[in-house]
């Protein structure tokens, strides 16, 4: 099975940087996927890393370790828009379609 | 790309009743998913469909509740004498058989069971 642990709740100001940690350990590994999700609202993708290394999209990049069982998703130039839940997935090497869920790290950007 | 729909977008119903929802995933996509997520918490796997085929059902699911995807195209999930823990919101999502395919996300069912 997968354990995916994510911290609960972050606070970061307008214009910053912030960095969302997400570490596992799983027993197949087959991808590991970053969703935001707004309150009352259905989780949207963010971004994918399946080798090492960083990912770069836009102010989003995600970072993969796989020795480490570890990830971060790194946000830059903050908005108020970006206050959401983070979740980080992990995709199942034995089931390749099914992905187990975090339970998501809040965000909360303040001006 | 019209997304993937959920149907109804709410349910309230009392303990005891059988309740059914519905999901019309992306038309290109092959893989169906039906996840439970409570306040707090993230997406809890409940199965997932490749095609019409049922291939994996959430250990953690009892047998009360059921689900369908009889022409591998829309899917329903059945709860059968609901209990006020089965209170949460329901999402379905699909995705392609790609190896690097995100889920897309419904916008869920969200149910209260009184």
């Known amino acids: 099975g997968q354990n995916i642990d994510q911290p609960t709740e972050m606070t970061a100001t307008e214009g910053a940087i912030v960095q969302i940690n997400c570490t596992y350990q799983t027993s197949g590994f087959n991808g590991l996927f970053w969703y935001q999700q707004h309150a009352g609202e259905a989780p949207t993708f963010l971004s994918y890393n399946v080798l090492d290394g960083l990912e770069e999209k836009g102010r989003f990049s995600s970072f993969l370790s796989r020795s480490k069982g570890y990830s971060y998703l790194l946000l830059k130039e903050l908005q108020m828009k970006d206050s959401a839940s983070y979740l980080c997935a992990v995709r199942d090497l034995a089931n390749a379609g099914k992905s187990t869920f975090g339970d998501g790290t809040t965000l909360t950007v303040k001006p | 790309d019209t997304g993937v729909s959920q149907n109804p977008r709410h349910k309230i119903t009392k303990r005891g009743q059988n309740v059914t929802f519905r999901c019309d995933p992306i038309s290109e996509h092959n893989r169906l998913y039906w996840y439970r997520q409570t306040l707090g918490q993230g997406p809890e796997f409940l199965t997932y469909?490749?095609?019409?085929?049922?291939?994996?059902k959430s250990r953690l699911l009892s047998d009360r509740f059921s689900a369908e995807r009889p022409k591998g195209s829309f899917s329903t999930l059945e709860i059968q004498r609901t209990e006020q823990g089965d209170s949460a919101m329901y999402l379905c999502?699909?995705?392609?058989?790609?190896?690097?395919?995100?889920?897309?996300f419904g916008n869920g069912t969200r149910l209260t069971v009184t």
């Open positions: 469909f490749q095609n019409e085929a049922q291939l994996e």
């Open positions: 999502a699909s995705s392609s058989g790609d190896y690097n395919s995100p889920l897309h």
